[in-house]
């Protein structure tokens, strides 16, 4: 096990070294029950198969590379010296992987075994010709290349190093860093999955305890549909590394204690804060290392989740605005389960729950595409699905991010009709002002760009076609839905108050108003306590961080960042959030933050019906969580002890690390308040296809009870890109020689905002 020289593992001290109770311990029995319930453990016979696998693989490279090696001219005896390894990572090194599940693979060859002539076109051939290889596909422009496919019906994903070695030896160590020497960055990348899978196991404290916290939250991430690297979302070493940091910072806590504090710890993340196992080491090879302040893509990354080997790169690049959207909110809505499962209140299958992707929009895209047969399909899929995300980015970038995406990982299928497959992303807008709601967006462009995209595949053969159309909930096709049925719709007023704006400065009496019906909840006297940064700090010296530009898309900036605790937050909470970093207590006093979820309607029409702002990146849209204005909200109720205690967080938390990279404005607040969007004036442009409009969403209260799962829901439901005209359908553009012109696909986004006036006025 390694650490840092301090005695503890990471780059900052744990935050807690407290064990677990009986009650964790009880409640860590139930996360192992539900994990060999849902099927999660193989079997000895299908482990044994796969080891015999991993022998046959082994045995095909070495073969692969003697015949590499004789028709690249060298002599016999050079033949028969030459040698191709392979390793293993991903879920499998790990030890978290599940039945049928893939089994990441890495082929070691010599310097004369180049990837494109030797590895995509032999190797490829000579797989293609085994009767036990199936569903054979390359991926050669991936970020990593690979080759996927099945071998004797286990599944593999092949990535290949090309070493500068003449011979490779058998007993070959990947840990050394002398083994990157001159190799090209494919390489660096296919090498760094291995070096950081055992980098990993070395920085945690207890790896049975992180295996089962990890294997527990790859299910949590497959269910609720944020489980795709490929897509957007994240992807296994992604899970693995946040996993281990949070091991790390309660070194000696349970599976059932880790996956709370999971989810605590995430929702709260001041993105683009990077997450790191440990310190970022420059190395003496001079390879590109992730820095913001250097590199210009670094700084557009919006999770950064740094790998701990050398070179160190964020894991997480695929992450959009989209997607980091998405996962932040179902960290809060985990978040708010896990509490109730800690009082007693809920289980383990209310986090669980299926995410209810077709239920949760009004509006979606659908990408068809088809192909001649079954082989062509499924290497038509895999370089579609490769390729979605640059949609999601086209959006997002075309409309200024007003329009965001949820692509949905799954590919589904009509069973009723052969060689094709959909996927689907839902639509909902962003928050905006009265200025930009006139403006329109005409996409065809950008479909048609995507289009010519997919169409320059290597690979493509007649019969590969694409196209991408305009659905409205009430039309998604049932086929996508389990068992093929339809859910009954909700009831027309669920979720009205979802439909909201943020704001913040709300005037003192409305503030006030507010923080007296949670200031009962503060503790009369609180001591002083210790409190840990848990966003790991960045390895640059202070002197250098006010050259790091800044970003407007999520990335990083550079300014002087005020040091005052927001008096928003209660005296327990004063060490969640500053500077940028994520604070948490002392694991003996740790307290739950104080949230109060109000009516839309409490608030007065004549207090709120100016000064809207954008909602911060780091909270859900529309968002109907309720929170005190810092201006003149919990100050003046907290007592002086409270008051000592926040100095003494700035203080410690100043003095620990003066190179602090500042986020994004809209993210440093969490204090906001919510006015309704009337109906009567959400509008469309144009008389193409309308849009469904819910009844009754114009009126009444907004609901504040339920559980925290249908009140995500209802947020959700609520932002579904309301009102949008979407006037001709997303069709493969005419050919060349054709003058037809087609309508386009135009976008109108109109938040009128008209709040309800508070109970008792007129």
């Known amino acids: 096990m390694a650490n840092n020289g301090n005695g503890y593992l990471g780059v900052t001290e744990p935050i807690s070294l407290s064990g677990p109770t009986e009650k964790d311990i009880v ?18 016979e299908e482990s044994v198969s796969r080891e015999e696998v991993l022998g046959k693989l082994d045995q095909i490279v070495k073969a692969w590379i003697k015949k590499a090696t004789r028709s690249s001219g060298f002599g016999e005896q ?62 050669p422009d991936a970020h990593v290349p690979v080759l996927q496919f099945k071998l004797n019906g286990v599944s593999i994903d092949l990535l290949y190093a090309n070493l500068t070695h003449v011979v490779i030896p058998e007993d070959l160590d990947l840990s050394h860093d002398s083994i990157l020497h001159n190799v ?11 070096r950081v899978t055992d980098k990993i196991l070395s920085l945690v404290p207890n790896i049975q305890t992180f295996r089962t916290t990890l294997r527990f ?20 070493i992604n899970w693995a590394l946040l996993v281990a940091r949070i091991c790390q910072l309660y070194p000696n806590a349970s599976p059932s204690m880790l996956i709370s504090r999971f989810f605590k710890v995430y ?37 950064p989740i740094i790998t701990p080997a050398y070179p160190s790169m964020n894991s997480s690049y695929n992450v959009s605005i989209s997607t980091r959207h998405v996962m932040i909110q179902e960290f809060t809505r985990a978040s708010e389960i896990c509490q109730e499962i800690d009082e007693s209140k809920a289980g383990w299958d209310a986090l669980l729950e299926p995410y209810p992707f077709f239920e949760t929009y009004r509006n979606y895209l659908k990408i068809e595409i088809t192909a001649k047969n079954e082989d062509d399909l499924r290497n038509w899929r895999g370089w579609v699905q490769s390729r979605l995300r640059t949609l999601v980015l086209k959006i997002e970038r075309y409309t200024r991010d007003m329009l965001l995406t949820h692509p949905n990982p799954r590919d589904f299928s009509d069973s009723s009709r052969p060689l094709h497959c959909f996927y689907f992303m839902g639509l909902w807008k962003k928050q905006i002002s009265q200025a930009q709601e006139a403006e329109q967006y005409d996409i065809r462009a950008i479909v048609n760009e995507f289009r010519s995209s997919i169409h320059a595949y290597q690979h493509w053969r007649e019969g590969m076609e694409i196209e991408v159309s305009h659905v409205k909930r009430k039309d998604i096709p049932s086929f996508v ?13 669920v979720g009205k108050e979802a439909r909201t704006v943020s704001r913040r400065n709300i005037s003192a009496n409305v503030q006030e108003r507010n923080v007296q019906s949670i200031a009962p909840t503060l503790p009369a006297n609180v001591q ?5 940064t848990i966003a790991d700090p960045l390895p640059y010296k202070s002197s250098e961080v006010n050259h790091i530009p800044s970003d407007p898309h999520g990335g990083y900036q550079s300014q002087e960042r005020n040091n005052t605790l927001a008096s928003s937050m209660s005296c327990e909470e004063t060490g969640h959030m500053l500077n940028g970093y994520a604070n948490i207590h002392t694991e003996s006093v740790e307290l739950e933050h104080v949230r109060t979820y109000k009516e839309s309607a409490s608030v007065p029409e004549n207090q709120v019906a100016h000064d809207l702002v954008k909602p911060p990146e ?13 201006a003149n909200g919990l100050g003046h109720l907290l007592d002086s002890s409270c008051k000592k205690t926040a100095d003494i967080i700035v203080n410690k938390t100043t003095h620990f690390s003066s190179a602090v990279l500042a986020v994004p404005d809209e993210l440093d607040e969490l204090d906001y308040h919510q006015v309704k969007v009337s109906q009567k004036d959400l509008t469309v442009v144009d008389q193409g296809l309308p849009l469904e409009h819910e009844a009754g969403s114009s009126g009444g209260k907004a609901g504040t009870t339920g559980s925290p799962s249908n009140n995500h829901l209802k947020r959700k439901a609520e932002e579904a890109l309301e009102p949008l005209e979407l006037a001709a359908p997303l069709i493969r553009p005419p050919a060349p020689t054709s003058t037809t012109q087609r309508r386009p696909l135009r976008l109108r986004l109109s938040t009128v905002v008209q709040p309800k006036p508070a109970e008792g006025t007129s």
């Open 481 to 493: 839905f389990p068992g093929g049925i339809r859910p009954s719709r909700p009831l027309r007023n």
């Open 528 to 532: 002083e306590r210790n409190v840990q």
């Open 27 to 44: 409640r860590t029995q139930e996360v192992e029950k539900c994990l060999t319930d849902a099927g999660l453990y193989e079997s000895q």
């Open 184 to 194: 090209d960055e494919q390489t660096v990348r296919s090498l760094n999955g291995c």
């Open 78 to 139: 050079f033949v028969q010296e030459a040698n191709a390894k392979i390793f293993t990572f991903g879920s499998y090194r790990l030890g978290v992987h599940g039945p049928g599940a893939d089994i990441d693979t890495l082929c070691v060859g010599p310097r004369h075994a180049t990837r494109t002539e030797y590895f995509f076109q032999a190797l490829y051939d000579m797989l293609a010709d085994m009767p036990e290889v199936k569903e054979l596909n390359p991926v």
């Open 618 to 630: 780091s909270m859900p849209p529309n968002s109907i969580h309720v929170y005190p204005s810092p």
């Open 267 to 303: 929702s709260k993340w001041k993105w683009p804060n990077p997450v790191m196992l440990c310190h970022i080491e420059e190395g003496s090879l001079g390879l590109l290392v992730w820095d913001p302040r250097r590199n210009f893509r670094d700084r557009g990354h919006h999770m």
């Open 217 to 236: 939250m790859r299910f949590w991430a497959k269910r609720r549909g944020v489980y795709s690297n490929v897509i957007g979302f994240l992807g296994g």
